[in-house]
């Protein structure tokens, strides 16, 4: 057979005032055609484990596209043109079945369904073409998206490790479906809860329980696969929210009734799946109070609130000024987006002390803010290119690119500054510049959950702190005009 492996993600943040333009893509290794496989093939994502489905099978493949951005706002129009271009033209080219990677929160400029339209075109080429989807956990997963694909599964974790284990088994599902061993069916539902990220970690509650609750499923005669999709809560789109899908042998009743029993009991624990924090000069003095000797691991601080891995800017400086006020000490900082800095510590060389206006260098409007800079001053450390390659279990072998990065080191404090945003979600943040994160006393990160994968061996205790961004977990920071009304908690309702 013939088969098009492809990749096309984004999580788009509707609120973030960063563009996704093509170029964004670019930074973040997109390939086409045979330089696809070649970065993706040898790593622990889901299109090494469908080439390896296909290898295993003899099977011909094209990979006509792998890309991905950082989270930011709409894809621009031509961005999404020509990613989906690409895998269109593969598939006129002719085919037997398609396995994609997709994210489930892509929204772009013509479409707010990026994935369920792609899916939609590719069917209107081939109408009964089988097609295999991996979707992230934060997938806002749409009927159009069902309508026009054989089996779709999520991710089981967040942070996100089993993104190869899911993609192998969805793509054997498609394959026994081919072979005429199995017909796969699909039943998919929602629940009116707008989630939290925050409150999503497959770790904690109320996720773990309804993740073990897939799982448990999955051991049921005639179960395929099964899924629960936290979704995406800063895209301000009408199918945003807690979905679930469950993939069946030929039983459709089953599948609904699976569905029905995991979305239930998401519904009765939404209150668990909103996020209470505290003021930002609180958590910072708690941080504080739990300072002990160098070796004995790090605190991690989040600055959740700027996670340029769920659209923010990376660039917001309010936590790491409360910090300095605060006088705390030996801390290290993943990472600030300041590309004007980094030129200005080229030009003032290693081991030369300079004064930065840091960061702050984008306005918000949606949450009605202005970019604020910090003035600091601080020796150049490190001057880098940026790139180094993931060893942590999540985005394995995955080549990550930075750009120009430099570290400040204040002398009681050493910031991280790239010129290209990129969430912290592997040691290689800081020892790709000479840090050695578990011997610091404190590690301010840009992250939300994925800093879990790199930094939750070596972690004494994470205080969250609620700083500025445009992934704020205050939902009356936002304006939400398209999602579905009423949905939980913009809207305290009762029944679902």
Request: with cysteine; hydrophobic share 40%; charged share 25%.
């Given at each position: 057979?013939?088969?098009?492996?492809?990749?096309?993600?984004?999580?788009?943040?509707?609120?973030?005032?960063?563009?996704?333009?093509?170029?964004?893509?670019?930074?973040?290794?997109?390939?086409?055609?045979?330089?696809?496989?070649?970065?993706?093939?040898?790593?622990?994502?889901?299109?090494?484990a469908y080439i390896k489905l296909a290898r295993a099978r003899g099977h011909e493949f094209v990979t006509p596209f792998a890309g991905e951005a950082m989270p930011s706002g709409k894809v621009s129009k031509d961005a999404y043109e020509r990613m989906s271009n690409a895998i269109l033209d593969a598939v006129r080219d002719g085919c037997d079945a398609a396995l994609l990677d997709l994210h489930g929160a892509m929204v772009s400029e013509t479409t707010d369904d990026g994935e369920g339209t792609?899916?939609?075109?590719?069917?209107?080429?081939?109408?009964?073409?089988?097609?295999?989807?991996?979707?992230?956990?934060?997938?806002?997963?749409?009927?159009?998206?069902?309508?026009?694909?054989?089996?779709?599964?999520?991710?089981?974790?967040?942070?996100?490790?089993?993104?190869?284990?899911?993609?192998?088994?969805?793509?054997?599902?498609?394959?026994?479906?081919?072979?005429?061993e199995i017909n796969a069916t699909m039943a998919w539902?929602?629940?009116?809860?707008?989630?939290?990220?925050?409150?999503?970690?497959?770790?904690?509650?109320?996720?773990?329980?309804?993740?073990?609750?897939?799982?448990?499923?999955?051991?049921?005669?005639?179960?395929?696969?099964?899924?629960?999709?936290?979704?995406?809560?800063?895209?301000d789109i009408h199918d945003a929210g807690l979905s679930s899908i469950i993939v069946t042998d030929a039983n459709v009743s089953q599948a609904g009734e699976v569905r029905d029993r995991i979305l239930n009991t998401g519904w009765k624990d939404r209150e668990d799946f909103v996020y209470k924090g505290e003021p930002l000069e609180d958590a910072v003095a708690r941080a504080r109070t739990l300072e002990a000797e160098v070796g004995a691991n790090p605190v991690i601080m989040l600055d959740h609130a700027d996670n340029t891995g769920s659209g923010a800017t990376q660039d917001t400086m309010e936590v790491i000024e409360e910090v300095l006020r605060q006088g705390l000490q030996d801390v290290a900082v993943g990472a600030v987006w300041d590309p004007q800095a980094v030129k200005q510590m080229q030009a003032a060389g290693v081991g030369n002390t300079i004064t930065l206006d840091l960061g702050g260098r984008t306005d918000m409007p949606t949450i009605n803010t202005k970019g604020r800079p910090l003035t600091i001053t601080g020796k150049v450390k490190t001057l880098t290119d940026g790139v180094w390659t993931v060893r942590g279990p999540m985005y394995t072998g995955v080549e990550v690119r930075l750009g120009d990065t430099a570290v400040l080191d204040t002398g009681n404090m050493e910031i991280v500054i790239t010129s290209l945003h990129h969430e912290p979600w592997d040691q290689g943040i800081f020892t790709s510049v000479g840090i050695d994160p578990?011997?610091?006393?404190?590690?301010?990160?840009?992250s939300r959950i994925h800093y879990r994968a790199g930094f939750a061996s070596i972690e004494r205790e994470t205080v969250t702190c609620d700083g500025v961004g445009v992934t704020t977990s205050d939902n009356n920071q936002l304006e939400f005009v398209n999602i579905r009304r009423p949905i939980y908690p913009l809207d305290l309702i009762n029944e679902p």
């Open positions: 057979m013939r088969l098009v492996i492809a990749m096309m993600k984004h999580e788009t943040n509707t609120f973030s005032p960063i563009p996704a333009d093509f170029q964004r893509f670019e930074d973040w290794g997109a390939q086409f055609g045979d330089a696809a496989r070649e970065a993706y093939e040898n790593t622990a994502m889901p299109m090494a792609l899916l939609e075109r590719i069917r209107e080429i081939a109408p009964d073409l089988p097609i295999a989807v991996t979707c992230d956990l934060h997938c806002n997963l749409t009927q159009k998206m069902i309508d026009n694909c054989t089996a779709l599964i999520g991710y089981k974790t967040y942070p996100h490790v089993d993104m190869y284990e899911v993609a192998e088994q969805i793509g054997e599902v498609l394959f026994r479906h081919m072979d005429g539902g929602n629940r009116p809860v707008l989630a939290q990220t925050l409150r999503m970690g497959t770790d904690d509650e109320p996720m773990k329980s309804l993740i073990d609750m897939c799982k448990s499923a999955e051991t049921e005669p005639g179960v395929l696969a099964a899924t629960i999709f936290g979704g995406f809560p800063l895209a578990k011997y610091k006393k404190y590690l301010i990160l840009k």
